[in-house]
């Protein structure tokens, strides 16, 4: 899911955004030996754009999401629960308040 497209509402961000996000998803599937079954093609069709401000795609997400539990099996859920994932540590990154000549180039 891609938030804030109230404040992205550019379709060639969203796509190298999409594209970057998809190549992350895989390397981590990849890096933790989880998921085979799932293609990038299933990635991308899962890939939804939403604002939760006003509330754009939010429904779309959720007939998603409705129909994907519909047609979950329950023991494909619960072998989700032996899934170990590695503690991250994010270094701290200053918040840009203000867009300035320095953010611009």
């Not at 939403?50 to 099996?73: R, Y």
């Amino acid at each position: 899911m891609i938030n804030k497209y109230d404040l992205v509402n550019d379709d060639e961000i969203l796509k190298e955004y999409k594209k970057e996000m998809i190549i992350e998803i895989i390397d981590f599937l990849k890096k933790n030996k989880i998921g085979k079954k799932i293609t990038k093609n299933l990635i991308e069709k899962n890939i939804f754009v939403i604002s939760a401000a006003t509330h754009f795609g939010i429904d779309k997400w959720l007939d998603n999401i409705l129909n994907l539990l519909d047609g979950t099996n329950t023991q494909e859920v619960y072998n989700l629960e032996n899934i170990k994932y590695p503690y991250k540590k994010f270094e701290k990154r200053d918040m840009i308040t203000e867009i300035t000549e320095k953010e611009i180039d």
